[in-house]
């Protein structure tokens, strides 16, 4: 960019994704109440989330790329007890991401994440 004026671009997304539980989703648990013995869980599980983003130019030399994504995964149901309205294991709750660059007039650049 070389007009020196901000220019960005934004983006926002809102999604509800929901699972049901089938024979590829089940899984062992040992049961809290007797190690010894092992039942097979079924799960319906529920995210929901919001991305919000900017891309763009903050200055002449300046650019940016940066986004956000708030997720609240969730157990709906579950054949296993006490499993209902917990979070979903190995589900980040919220990532972020940043990367700008500097652009220089003669023809390089270097940027960081």
Known sequence: MRSGQVQLAWR???H???TIPDRTDQC???????PTLQEQAGQNQRVQGAEFGINGYLT???EIAAGYT???PKITSSTITGEVGRL????????ANLWVTY???DAWRIGAA
């Open 12 to 14: 926002a997304a809102l």
């Open 60 to 62: 002449e030399h300046w």
């Open 16 to 18: 509800d994704s929901r």
């Open 88 to 95: 979903l294991p190995n589900t980040a709750r919220g990532t």
């Open 103 to 105: 652009e220089s007039d």
């Open 70 to 72: 708030l997720l609240d």
């Open 28 to 34: 062992t648990h040992i049961r809290p109440d007797d």
